[in-house]
C-alpha cells in the first residue's frame, strides 16, 4: 500500500509517499481502507525528530474510512461500515488497524473529509474542557488559538455542552469573526491587543475559571495574569515555546491554580476507548442535529501531503488540514 | 482578654502580649476559652509581612478549648465541651469565635494540646493526599520535610488511610528514624544523598504518583525527575524559595504532570467546614483508636511564644510547637 514516512528527520520536502507492507488486523482489530486523513501539529514535530531512526514511521494520527476486515467480536462493524478513529501507527496511508473498541461508527451526514476532522481535536478538545478541565455551567474559559483545530471544536463544546462563557484569542480579525460564529462570546486580537487586560476587563476582574493553553511559554504571565483564584490552566502546547524563566510559584500558591499538562496522542489505548465511548455518547448527537461542525479549512490530496504541512507551518489555516485519498480509489 | 500581636512587622522580637477586647460570637458562632495554641510558618510569614498596617492582628490560625458561649443552632456543642478549630481571627488568644460547623468535637482521650496539634496539619494533609491529590490504595506518595507538622500528619494518613508506600525526605538521622516509627517505608536524607535517584531506585525507574512538595524551588528539577507520568504534584509551601528558573513546560508535558498549589488557610469558610466534615467522619475514628497521633515536639508557656517561634525559625522540631494556656486559668 501506500503510506507517507520522511526520508530523513527534517522540513516538508522530506516527506516521501513509498510502498509500505499493508498491516494486518490483530485480534480485536479492525482494517480500515482510508479515505481521508488529517494534518496534526503532532505531525509536523514529529517529521522534525532527530530522534527518530530509520526505519521512519508512517505520519499521521487519525483518518476517516470504511471497514475492510473485522477481527473483533464487536458486530457493529460489519463490512463497508464507516468510521473514524485515532490511529497509532500512521494514518497517512492506504490502510489502517485500530482497536474496534477505539472507533467512531460515522453517521452518513458525516462525509469522510469531515470525519477525519473529528478525533484528534474534538476528542482532545472534549477530554482537555471536561475530563481535565472540569467546565461547569456558567463558568468562563479562555480558549487560545481560537482558529486552530482543538480552538473551534472547544469553542463549539463549551457552549452547546455546558453553556460556559467563551472568550477566545486568535491573530486575525477573519479568524475572530469565524470563532464569533462558531459561538464564542468575546474575541480578542492578540497581535493588538494585551489578551490578559482584556480578560480581567471581561471578568470584572476576577479572571476565568479555566484556561486551554496550547501556546505555552509565551503565554505564562498573561495567562497567569487570565486566570481566577482557584483555576484550572490546562497545557496542551507549546507554539509559544517551552522554556518559561522565572517561574514565581509563590504567585500559584496565591491563586491556588491547578496548572495540568497534557497530551493525547500517547495516552493508553484503554484510555482512549473510554474516552471515545463517552464522546460518542454525549456529543455524536450533536453531530447528527446539525448543532456542532466539523471545521475544515482546505483539502489536499494525499500526493500533496508537503504543500499540506507547509499551508500549517504558515499558520493560515482556521480548522482542520485533510488530505483526501479518495482520488486513489478513483485510479484503483 | 490576653492576645499576642506584633510591635511591628520583623523578627520574633516584635512580638508582644497586649489586651485585646474579648470577641463577641455572631450567628452561627461559638466562643471559645482557648486552652492552647500552635504555631505554624503561616504567623511567622504574617510576623514578617512588610504589608501589614496597623492595627495589626492576633496571630494564630488554630486552637483546642472550651465552648463558652454558643451562639449557633447546633446543640451538640453545650458550654464546656471539648474543642478544636482552625480559626480565623488569631488564635495566640484567650478566646477565640469560630462557625460551630467547623469545630472538631474533641474525644476525652486527646488533650488540649494534642488537641491543637490537629486542624492545621492534619486537614492540610488530609485535603492534599486526598481531596488534591486523589492519593490512591497501592500507589506511591513522596512526602517531603517528613518531620514537619504536615509531613508527621501525611505518613500517618497514606498509611492508616489508604495503605500507600511513602516515601519520605528530611534533614537528620533523628528526623527520618522518627519518620520511619509513624510508618513510612523508606527514608532519604536530603542532605547526604539526591532523592531523585533514591526514588527512581525505590520505584524500578518509574517514580511516583504524588509528591506532597513543602519546598518548592530547590527541589523543582528533582521533583520533576521523581514524578511518574500522569503524576500529581502539590505544591504546598515554598520553604526552599519561590522562583523557579527555566521551566520546561514541554517536559511537564512529556510526563502529563498536574501540578496543584494550594493554601489552606485563604479558603473559604464553606470549604473548611466541609474538609472538617469529613475529617471529622474519616479520620477521627483513627485517633480515638490509637492508630493515629497528633505529634507534638514541645510545648512553651503562652509567655514564651517569641522563643517558640525561634524555635520553628531554627527547624529543629520534629512534629509540632505548642503554647499552653494552661498556667493563665491558675492564675486566674
Redesign the interface.
Known amino acids: 500500500m501506500k503510506a507517507v514516512s520522511i526520508n530523513k528527520p527534517g522540513s516538508a520536502a522530506e516527506l516521501i509517499i513509498e510502498k509500505r507492507e499493508k498491516p494486518t488486523p490483530q485480534n480485536g482489530e479492525l482494517l480500515i481502507k482510508v479515505k481521508a486523513t488529517a494534518i496534526n501539529r503532532t505531525d509536523i514535530m514529529k517529521r522534525e525528530n532527530q530522534q527518530l531512526q530509520s526505519p521512519y514511521p508512517i505520519l499521521g494520527v487519525e483518518m476517516a474510512g470504511v471497514v475492510e476486515e473485522n477481527n473483533s467480536s464487536n458486530t457493529e462493524f460489519a463490512l463497508g461500515t464507516r468510521v473514524a478513529s485515532l490511529v497509532n501507527n500512521g494514518s497517512y496511508a492506504e490502510y489502517v488497524t485500530i482497536p474496534a473498541e477505539r472507533v467512531i461508527h460515522l453517521p452518513d451526514e458525516i462525509s469522510f473529509e469531515e470525519g477525519t476532522a473529528i478525533p484528534e481535536v474534538f476528542l482532545t478538545a472534549y477530554q482537555t474542557l471536561y475530563w481535565l478541565g472540569k467546565l461547569q455551567q456558567d463558568e468562563t474559559v479562555l480558549i487560545h488559538a481560537g482558529g486552530s483545530g482543538v480552538g473551534t471544536a472547544a469553542i463549539q463544546l463549551a457552549k452547546q455542552l455546558t453553556d460556559a462563557k467563551v472568550i477566545t484569542t486568535a491573530g486575525s480579525a477573519e479568524k475572530l469573526d469565524f470563532c464569533k460564529q462558531l459561538g464564542a462570546d468575546e474575541t480578542i486580537n492578540y497581535k493588538t491587543e494585551d489578551f490578559s487586560e482584556r480578560v480581567l476587563e471581561i471578568t470584572d476582574g476576577e479572571g476565568v475559571e479555566l484556561i486551554l493553553d496550547f501556546v505555552?511559554?509565551s503565554y505564562?504571565e498573561k495567562n497567569f495574569k487570565s486566570i481566577k483564584v482557584d483555576g484550572r490552566w490546562i497545557?496542551?502546547?507549546?507554539l509559544g515555546g517551552?522554556?518559561?524563566?522565572?517561574?514565581?510559584?509563590?504567585?500559584?500558591?496565591?491563586?491556588?491554580?491547578?496548572?495540568?499538562?497534557?497530551?493525547l496522542t500517547p495516552?493508553s489505548d484503554g484510555y482512549k476507548a473510554e474516552l471515545t465511548r463517552e464522546f460518542v455518547e454525549k456529543v455524536l448527537p450533536l453531530f447528527k442535529a446539525g448543532k456542532i461542525h466539523p471545521i475544515i479549512d482546505r483539502v489536499f490530496p494525499f500526493e500533496e501531503v508537503a504543500e499540506a504541512h507547509r499551508y500549517m507551518e504558515d499558520n493560515k489555516n482556521t480548522g482542520k488540514i485533510i488530505l483526501s485519498l479518495e482520488k486513489e480509489d478513483n485510479r484503483a
Not at 235 to 238: A, H, Y
Not at 254 to 262: D, M
Open positions: 505555552g511559554a505564562w497545557l496542551i502546547g507549546t517551552s522554556v518559561v524563566e522565572n517561574v514565581n510559584i509563590g504567585s500559584l500558591l496565591g491563586k491556588r491554580v491547578t496548572l495540568k499538562a497534557t497530551v495516552r
